[in-house]
Each structure stands twice: as structure tokens, then as C-alpha cells.
């Protein structure tokens, strides 16, 4: 029989559901505290890291050739030219095609800094560096860089005095080179003394003396060259460094580098982080590095969908979302991303309660959607636990948006989502054109009004989306089984968080292995789900907690429940259901089942990845070190033994020079370059 009731929270609906069996209320919840324990989540550390890169920004415009320069003690008279295929199409036609956004490409270069991998770990990257590149190349899109993408040098780092005087030819050009200049970084690492070196023998041997500050060095064919102007009036110069070649079909530049870093082991839960480092003259970035934790590759814990979220995690921070580069957002409402945008009055601002919110119209927008709310102070909030007082971070705020992809705590086993705010945000960078048709549903808080999320809706518990106390029942997409928790970025407020043990409705392999290993009748596979239930056998008892069933969907918002033996059932959302032959109460859930296409069990596994390659159109394949596996010669062998003895007798003279000097790094095939200087 069907009983219909709107209960007002959680808190509310369990106490409904267990009015039946009131005398046996908790018995059995000294069990589950024993036995499951809350799931670990991942940490992000991108603000930490971030705020110690410097960003090299480009000119707005390259220096104009005013004269001879000289290169190799020779004049060089020819200007510079980059060819291009937009040079023999009309002025309107090159102005068409620079103004239509295309798909982001993203090219990733493995650094030569990255630790060799196996082949199994190397499946493992490509998979899943593949696929997020792929996934945010099909949701942003860009006025593509034409040519080869050419990064800057830091003229602070390359030159030692800068002309200052502005009535001057050459002012603010280089007058005189800094003659410890070697190239340009774009993240300084710290790497443990346990990760000794390695040795390539065929090649050569190669290995690093590590507990250094090390970095991740940008090829010189990725970079502009550079000049020095030796007079100030005087159009001579001298070449520094010519330009490189350039990276081709490239947006934007992800550097890749595989490492074991002290972040990694001071985070446990870390799979990777990222900086960005270039940008162009109006702030977007244009190269960045994603550094992968290299023992979480060989780890049993790996997943393929938790490492494909976390990288598109952090190229969401690198691209744009990023408190270094919310204040150079840009209007684009009325024109296309990139083309005849305005600077931004003020992005950020707090709140009438102080929470810090990005007030963009796109942002405004889609939280209007989200909350179904006309509350036209609905902007983005960010989150403030780890943001100095009085400043921002680059997260939202977990109260409001928890589950969306980019809030600080990463979710486990694929429970982020893409979110329609999160993209919205990316659109008012002024910088990409974002396809909202691939955005997942965000869940939490759907349809919850203007007051959702905040401190007083939580403790006064008038959502279901928050509970109290420390029970048991069910996170609120309904895949996991969950316990009442809080974390410190909820400040207090409690929801129900996903099990470590067992908690999984969907992995039949969770199902008990006898009748009588089941007094709640539960049911494991693809389509069962979480339900808040005191539901048992006849003549026992049980204590409401969340429990899997199988479920269907006949509508949206509207499914049929079976319980192992029974027939299937119709569930009312918001009602409770009695099922014949067994003791106790079924709730059926609000607003949540069968209203969401994409809220379905994540589809994961640890191997048979195909590595991700996508079209020209929008990213490019990862480009990956050759690495061999075949075992050497036995000559090879006893050489490389002779090698690694020297290599720790140096290492160990060498370490008191690391302290003090700059890193350094022994490789027989590449010898450090000559330097000019005026």
C-alpha cells in the first residue's frame, strides 16, 4: 500500500519511515560503523601552486624590425616572416576565419623531467589524458592561433638592463643580456632523494641528482627568440636567441610531466595538479603544466574515470578558471569570444552575508536555471576555506554547488559532473565559446530556490539535500549507499557522502554472499539504487538506513521498485511503499530517479585503455618519450653497473652543491647551449 507524504528533509522522511518498527529503531547501526568507512577524496592544491609560478605574459605587439640585426657576428637583413595558410584569402575572408571560434587544440608534450614509464602506466596516461583533452576540447572553442603557437621568453629573466627612458628608440627593450640566462621554466618542482635516476642505455647514460628544486623547462623551439639593443637611439641589435620553430595546430601547450613530487607524497589522495604559465596579451593562457603523480599509476586504487575527471579538472583551473586570471575577464555578450570584447567593471564582488560571488551574466544565468529563482543576485559562489579573509578562491563553494566538477573536494568513483554553471563561468572569460549541449545535470540543488545552500537552510534542515546527526541513507544521486558527514569546507552542514565498503548499488560483486549474510533483502547490479529503508524479512528488525534495490524507469519521475522475490512495484516519488512478505518501509525519492538521463553508474575499469586520439579539428594526440623495454647486452649490463657506482659516488659529492646552486642534471646527448651576448 502507498501512503503519499511531502516531507520537508531528510530528517523528516526517516522518521516517517521507521514509525512502523519504533521499538527496534537503531538496532544493527553498531554494525555499519564498524564495518563501512567513509571514502577518501581528492584535495586540490591548484592555488597553492599556482601563486608561486610566474606567468610570462606576451607584448601586445612583437618588437618592429628597425634595422640590421646581428646573429653569429653577421648582419641578418631579412624580415621575419611566419608562413601562413591565411595569406593568399581576402581581407574578409582571413577576418571571417579569425573571428569563428573552432574547437580548442590541445597539444600535450610528455617532458624529458617525466620518469620513464611501463607500459601498462603508459596506457593509463594516454587513455586518460586523451580522453580529457578530447572531452574539453569538445566543449570549448577558440579563435585559433595562426601559424605555429610561439611562447614568450621573460624579459626580466634574459635581460640584465632594460632602456626606461621613454623618449628613447628602444625603450623598454633589452640593452644588455644577462649572461646566466638558459631558457625559460614554466614549474619548479621538488622531487624526493628516493627516486634515485634512471639509465637508458641505449641512448646513453641519464640520471638526475634529485632532493633539488628542480624545473620543467620549455624547449627552446617552443619559444620567440629575443634581442638586445646595445644604444639606446640606435636600431642595431644583437640576437640572443633566434626564434624557434613552434608547436603546430596549438591553441594551447600542456606540458605533461610525470613525477613523484613532494606534493605528491605530502597529499596522499593526490592524482595530479597544474599551473598555467603563458598567456597572450589579453590574458588568456597559452601553456601550462599538468604535473600526474607518477605512483598513483601503478597503484591498485587507479581509476580510469577519477584520473580523466582530475585532468579535466585542472585544465578547467589552467584555461581560465583561476583566481590569477578572474580580473582579466572580458565582456564578450555582445561579440564573438575574443573579438571586440570589453574589460569587465568588476567581476567579484561578496554577497549582502559576504559570500565572495562571481557576477557574470552568464553565470547569473544558469544558477538562475539551476535554483529555478528570477533572484538576480544569484552569482557564482566561491569557496572561502581556503581563501585569505577578504579573498577568493578558485573553487565553488561545496554548500552550493557540491558535485560540480569544479569544487574543491573531488568526489570519487566519477561522481562530478560537468556542470552547466562551471561552463558558464568558462563563457564569461571572453575567451571561449562554450557548447552547453554537452553539459552534465548538475543534481545538487536542482530546483531548491535562491536560499539554497546557505548556512540556515542546512541547520534548519529545509532541504533534502542536507541531513544531521550521523546516520545512515543514501548520497543524493542514489548510486551510493552514504553516511551524514561534514568536511571543513562545509562549515558545518552535514550531507550524506559515499562509503568506502560495499556502498556501490550498482557492482553486483558488493551483493552478500548468502540469504543469510542479507537480513535487508538488498539487491546489487547496474539498475539498482539507494533507497532510505527499514525494509527486512518477517519477524525481524531493522534500522532505517540506505539499502539497494532494483529499480526501472516508467517515465520521468516515475519508477518501479523489486525487492529480491517480490513483483515489481510502482514508487511514488515522495511516498512510502510496503512490500507483501516483508516488515518495514520503502521511501521513494523526490526529484531525483528517472529525471536524469546522465546520473547513471559510472562504466570504469583498471585496463584494456585505448589510447585517446581525436581529430585535427579540435586536440591533438599525446606525445609521449619513446621508451624501449627490450633487455640490453650483457656488456650493456656490466657498463651500466660500472655507471651507477660512479653515479652514487657523484651524487653524493654532488648533493652539497644542489643545495646551494642551481639544479643539475647529467645527460650525455645534451650538452648545455652556447650563449651570445652583446
Same mark, same amino acid.
Not at 574578409?92 to 571560434?101: D, I, T, V
Not at 640606435?234 to 606540458?255: E, H, I, K, N
Given at each position: 500500500?502507498?501512503?503519499?507524504?511531502?516531507?520537508?528533509?531528510?530528517?523528516?522522511?526517516?522518521?516517517?519511515?521507521?514509525?512502523?518498527?519504533?521499538?527496534?529503531?537503531?538496532?544493527?547501526?553498531?554494525?555499519?560503523?564498524?564495518?563501512?568507512?567513509?571514502?577518501?577524496?581528492?584535495?586540490?592544491?591548484?592555488?597553492?601552486?599556482?601563486?608561486?609560478?610566474?606567468?610570462?605574459?606576451?607584448?601586445?605587439?612583437?618588437?618592429?624590425?628597425?634595422?640590421?640585426?646581428?646573429?653569429?657576428?653577421?648582419?641578418?637583413?631579412?624580415?621575419?616572416?611566419?608562413?601562413?595558410?591565411?595569406?593568399?584569402?581576402?581581407?574578409?575572408?582571413?577576418?571571417?576565419?579569425?573571428?569563428?571560434?573552432?574547437?580548442?587544440?590541445?597539444?600535450?608534450?610528455?617532458?624529458?623531467?617525466?620518469?620513464?614509464?611501463?607500459?601498462?602506466?603508459?596506457?593509463?596516461?594516454?587513455?586518460?589524458?586523451?580522453?580529457?583533452?578530447?572531452?574539453?576540447?569538445?566543449?570549448?572553442?577558440?579563435?585559433?592561433?595562426?601559424?605555429?603557437?610561439?611562447?614568450? &621568453?621573460?624579459?626580466?629573466?634574459?635581460?640584465?638592463?632594460?632602456?626606461?627612458?621613454? &623618449?628613447?628608440?628602444?625603450?623598454?627593450?633589452?640593452?644588455?643580456?644577462?649572461?646566466?640566462?638558459?631558457?625559460?621554466?614554466?614549474? *619548479?618542482?621538488?622531487?624526493?632523494?628516493?627516486?634515485?635516476?634512471?639509465?637508458?642505455?641505449?641512448?646513453?647514460?641519464?640520471?638526475?641528482?634529485?632532493?633539488?628544486?628542480?624545473?620543467?623547462?620549455?624547449?627552446?623551439?617552443?619559444?620567440?627568440?629575443?634581442?638586445?639593443?646595445?644604444?639606446?637611439?640606435?636600431?642595431?641589435?644583437?640576437?640572443?636567441?633566434?626564434?624557434?620553430?613552434?608547436?603546430? *595546430?596549438?591553441?594551447?601547450?600542456?606540458?605533461?610531466?610525470?613525477?613523484?613530487?613532494?606534493?605528491?607524497?605530502?597529499?596522499?589522495?593526490?592524482?595530479?595538479?597544474?599551473?598555467?604559465?603563458?598567456?597572450?596579451?589579453?590574458?588568456?593562457?597559452?601553456?601550462?603544466?599538468?604535473?600526474?603523480?607518477?605512483?598513483?599509476?601503478?597503484?591498485?586504487?587507479?581509476?580510469?574515470?577519477?584520473?580523466?575527471?582530475?585532468?579535466?579538472?585542472?585544465?578547467?583551473?589552467?584555461?581560465?578558471?583561476?583566481?590569477?586570471?578572474?580580473?582579466?575577464?572580458?565582456?564578450?555578450?555582445?561579440?564573438?569570444?575574443?573579438?571586440?570584447?570589453?574589460?569587465?567593471?568588476? !567581476?567579484?564582488?561578496?554577497?549582502?552575508?559576504?559570500?565572495?560571488?562571481?557576477?557574470?551574466?552568464?553565470?547569473?544565468?544558469?544558477?538562475?536555471?539551476?535554483?529555478?529563482?528570477?533572484?538576480?543576485?544569484?552569482? $557564482?559562489?566561491?569557496?572561502?576555506?581556503?581563501?585569505?579573509?577578504?579573498?577568493?578562491?578558485?573553487?565553488?563553494?561545496?554548500?552550493?554547488?557540491?558535485?560540480?566538477?569544479?569544487?574543491?573536494?573531488?568526489?570519487?568513483?566519477?561522481?562530478?559532473?560537468?556542470?552547466?554553471?562551471?561552463?558558464?563561468?568558462?563563457?564569461?572569460?571572453?575567451?571561449?565559446?562554450?557548447?552547453?549541449?554537452?553539459?552534465?545535470?548538475?543534481?545538487?540543488?536542482?530546483?531548491?530556490?535562491?536560499?539554497?545552500?546557505?548556512?540556515?537552510?542546512?541547520?534548519?534542515?529545509?532541504?533534502?539535500?542536507?541531513?544531521? +546527526?550521523?546516520?545512515?541513507?543514501?548520497?543524493?544521486?542514489?548510486?551510493?549507499? $552514504?553516511?551524514?558527514?561534514?568536511?571543513?569546507?562545509?562549515?558545518?552542514?552535514?550531507?550524506?557522502?559515499?562509503?568506502?565498503?560495499?556502498?556501490?548499488?550498482? &557492482?553486483?560483486?558488493?551483493?552478500?554472499?548468502?540469504?543469510?549474510?542479507?537480513?535487508?533483502?538488498?539487491?546489487?547490479?547496474?539498475?539498482?539504487?539507494?533507497?532510505?529503508?527499514?525494509?527486512?524479512?518477517?519477524?525481524?528488525?531493522?534500522?532505517? !538506513? +540506505?539499502?539497494?534495490?532494483?529499480?526501472?524507469?516508467?517515465?520521468?519521475?516515475?519508477?518501479?521498485?523489486?525487492?529480491?522475490?517480490?513483483?515489481?512495484?510502482?514508487?511514488?516519488?515522495?511516498?512510502?511503499?510496503?512490500?507483501?512478505?516483508?516488515?518495514?518501509?520503502?521511501?521513494?525519492?523526490?526529484?531525483?530517479?528517472?529525471?536524469?538521463?546522465? !546520473?547513471?553508474?559510472?562504466?570504469?575499469?583498471?585496463? +584494456?585503455?585505448?589510447?585517446?586520439?581525436?581529430?585535427?579539428?579540435?586536440?591533438?594526440?599525446?606525445?609521449?618519450?619513446?621508451?624501449?623495454?627490450? &633487455?640490453?647486452?650483457?656488456?650493456?649490463?656490466?657498463?651500466?653497473?660500472?655507471?651507477?657506482?660512479?653515479?652514487?659516488?657523484?651524487?653524493? !659529492?654532488?648533493?652539497?652543491?644542489?643545495?646551494?646552486?642551481?639544479?643539475?642534471?647529467?645527460?650525455?646527448?645534451?650538452?648545455?647551449?652556447?650563449?651570445?651576448?652583446?
Amino acid at each position: 500500500m502507498c501512503s503519499c507524504l511531502s516531507p520537508p528533509s531528510v530528517d523528516a522522511m526517516v522518521a516517517m519511515v521507521t514509525m512502523a518498527l519504533a521499538p527496534a529503531l537503531w538496532v544493527g547501526v553498531l554494525v555499519l560503523v564498524l564495518v563501512e568507512v567513509p571514502v577518501a577524496v581528492q584535495k586540490c592544491i591548484f592555488d597553492e601552486v599556482q601563486a608561486q609560478v610566474r606567468v610570462v605574459r606576451a607584448s601586445t605587439s612583437p618588437p618592429k624590425e628597425t634595422g640590421p640585426r646581428v646573429q653569429n657576428g653577421q648582419l641578418v637583413r631579412h624580415l621575419r616572416q611566419r608562413s601562413s595558410p591565411l595569406r593568399d584569402l581576402s581581407v574578409k575572408q582571413r577576418g571571417s576565419l579569425r573571428e569563428a571560434p573552432l574547437p580548442i587544440r590541445i597539444r600535450t608534450w610528455v617532458t624529458r623531467e617525466s620518469q620513464m614509464l611501463s607500459e601498462s602506466e603508459q596506457a593509463k596516461l594516454e587513455a586518460a589524458v586523451g580522453e580529457a583533452v578530447g572531452t574539453v576540447s569538445s566543449l570549448l572553442s577558440v579563435r585559433r592561433v595562426t601559424g605555429p603557437l610561439l611562447l614568450s &621568453r621573460d624579459q626580466n629573466k634574459y635581460c640584465k638592463f632594460i632602456w626606461r627612458d621613454s &623618449r628613447a628608440a628602444n625603450y623598454n627593450r633589452c640593452g644588455r643580456a644577462n649572461i646566466f640566462y638558459r631558457t625559460e621554466t614554466c614549474l *619548479d618542482v621538488n622531487v624526493s632523494s628516493s627516486n634515485t635516476f634512471t639509465a637508458p642505455l641505449r641512448f646513453g647514460t641519464y640520471f638526475t641528482v634529485l632532493n633539488c628544486l628542480r624545473h620543467v623547462q620549455i624547449p627552446d623551439e617552443h619559444l620567440r627568440g629575443c634581442d638586445v639593443f646595445p644604444e639606446a637611439d640606435s636600431s642595431r641589435r644583437t640576437v640572443l636567441r633566434p626564434d624557434g620553430a613552434g608547436v603546430p *595546430d596549438t591553441d594551447f601547450l600542456m606540458y605533461l610531466l610525470v613525477q613523484t613530487t613532494d606534493k605528491c607524497r605530502a597529499e596522499r589522495s593526490l592524482l595530479a595538479y597544474a599551473v598555467h604559465c603563458q598567456t597572450d596579451s589579453g590574458g588568456k593562457p597559452l601553456a601550462g603544466v599538468v604535473v600526474v603523480c607518477r605512483d598513483k599509476l601503478s597503484t591498485a586504487a587507479y581509476r580510469h574515470n577519477t584520473a580523466v575527471q582530475t585532468v579535466i579538472h585542472e585544465l578547467f583551473h589552467v584555461l581560465g578558471f583561476s583566481k590569477e586570471l578572474f580580473h582579466t575577464w572580458t565582456d564578450c555578450s555582445s561579440s564573438t569570444p575574443g573579438v571586440g570584447c570589453s574589460p569587465r567593471v568588476r !567581476a567579484l564582488h561578496p554577497d549582502g552575508s559576504g559570500q565572495m560571488r562571481i557576477y557574470t551574466q552568464s553565470v547569473i544565468s544558469a544558477l538562475q536555471r539551476h535554483l529555478e529563482s528570477t533572484d538576480p543576485e544569484l552569482g $557564482g559562489p566561491l569557496e572561502n576555506q581556503d581563501a585569505p579573509p577578504g579573498g577568493v578562491s578558485s573553487h565553488w563553494e561545496s554548500r552550493f554547488l557540491q558535485g560540480s566538477i569544479m569544487a574543491a573536494m573531488l568526489p570519487d568513483t566519477n561522481l562530478g559532473r560537468i556542470d552547466p554553471v562551471t561552463l558558464a563561468a568558462l563563457q564569461d572569460t571572453g575567451w571561449y565559446s562554450v557548447n552547453q549541449n554537452q553539459a552534465q545535470n548538475l543534481v545538487w540543488g536542482r530546483g531548491e530556490g535562491s536560499t539554497f545552500g546557505s548556512l540556515s537552510t542546512c541547520q534548519h534542515n529545509s532541504s533534502w539535500f542536507f541531513c544531521t +546527526g550521523s546516520g545512515f541513507g543514501c548520497h543524493y544521486l542514489h548510486l551510493h549507499k $552514504g553516511e551524514c558527514q561534514t568536511d571543513p569546507y562545509l562549515e558545518g552542514c552535514r550531507v550524506f557522502k559515499p562509503l568506502k565498503n560495499r556502498s556501490e548499488c550498482w &557492482r553486483v560483486e558488493n551483493a552478500p554472499p548468502s540469504a543469510q549474510d542479507n537480513p535487508s533483502v538488498e539487491s546489487f547490479g547496474l539498475d539498482s539504487r539507494c533507497f532510505f529503508s527499514n525494509l527486512t524479512a518477517e519477524n525481524q528488525s531493522g534500522s532505517v !538506513a +540506505g539499502r539497494c534495490y532494483r529499480h526501472r524507469c516508467t517515465g520521468p519521475e516515475t519508477f518501479q521498485i523489486q525487492v529480491s522475490g517480490s513483483d515489481w512495484m510502482d514508487c511514488p516519488a515522495g511516498s512510502t511503499v510496503q512490500v507483501r512478505g516483508y516488515q518495514g518501509l520503502v521511501f521513494c525519492p523526490q526529484r531525483r530517479l528517472c529525471s536524469y538521463a546522465d !546520473a547513471d553508474p559510472p562504466s570504469d575499469s583498471i585496463t +584494456g585503455f585505448t589510447a585517446g586520439r581525436t581529430s585535427a579539428s579540435g586536440s591533438s594526440e599525446v606525445l609521449m618519450p619513446v621508451q624501449t623495454r627490450t &633487455r640490453p647486452p650483457p656488456e650493456l649490463l656490466v657498463a651500466a653497473g660500472l655507471g651507477v657506482v660512479g653515479a652514487v659516488c657523484l651524487q653524493a !659529492a654532488v648533493r652539497t652543491l644542489c643545495r646551494k646552486f642551481w639544479p643539475i642534471r647529467i645527460h650525455a646527448a645534451a650538452p648545455e647551449p652556447s650563449e651570445e651576448t652583446p
